[in-house]
């Protein structure tokens, strides 16, 4: 190639790349209309906020119970003496000769009636001696009030100006820490 040809190609090169970087200088306008950094800011005061919740609890006792109703009286209060004189009878039939043997039958039959009608009642008081004392379970509620962390107010120094901000939630730090700030800025009354 001819020099002249180069030079030609130089100056052309130099030029869009001159036009280049003075483009990149000029930038396009922001398309937000604030401004957003990090500061710091001194707490001075933290007031804990607290809510007071009633959650009633169920309260169980063990209490004497109605008397639970004896049985009723049976069908044949007097199966045990006519088992005993059953039996009694024919223990004695067994027994003797003759007239004898009638004596011994009815006297079997006596004996064997009072026996059954003893075993019977003494059954019946040892069922009732049994019996565990009756309880009943009661249950009622009591108020059960329980104090509730919900948030906080914080107060705090920035660039001279005292403010303070309720969180809704209860914050790590405490009042003497620097903590960090989120600032938007914009112009007011500009659209």
């Known amino acids: 190639m001819h020099t002249q040809t180069k030079l030609v190609l130089i100056a052309l090169l130099l030029s869009s790349t001159a036009a280049n970087a003075q483009a990149a200088t000029t930038q396009a306008p922001p398309t937000n209309k604030g401004t957003s950094y990090r500061d710091t800011a001194h707490v001075t005061e933290i007031r804990i906020l607290t ?5 009633p609890q169920q309260v169980c006792n063990q209490v004497p119970g ?36 009638d004596a011994a039958t009815a006297g079997g039959a006596v004996i064997g009636a009072l026996v059954g009608e003893h075993m019977q009642s003494q059954a019946a008081a040892a069922s009732a001696q049994a019996k565990p004392p009756t309880t009943v379970t009661q249950c009622y509620f009591v108020d059960n009030w329980v104090e509730r962390q919900s948030g906080a107010i914080v107060t705090y120094t920035w660039h001279g100006r005292t403010i303070t901000e309720t969180l809704p939630y209860v914050p790590t730090f405490h009042a003497g820490d620097d903590v960090q700030l989120n600032v938007t800025t914009s112009l007011a009354g500009h659209a």
């Open 51 to 55: 809510q007071h919740f009633n959650q």
């Open 66 to 101: 109605a008397p639970t109703q004896s049985k009723a009286t049976p069908k044949h209060p007097y199966g045990g003496a006519v088992i005993g004189g059953v039996a009694g009878g024919l223990l004695g039939h067994t027994v003797g000769e003759g007239s004898g043997k």
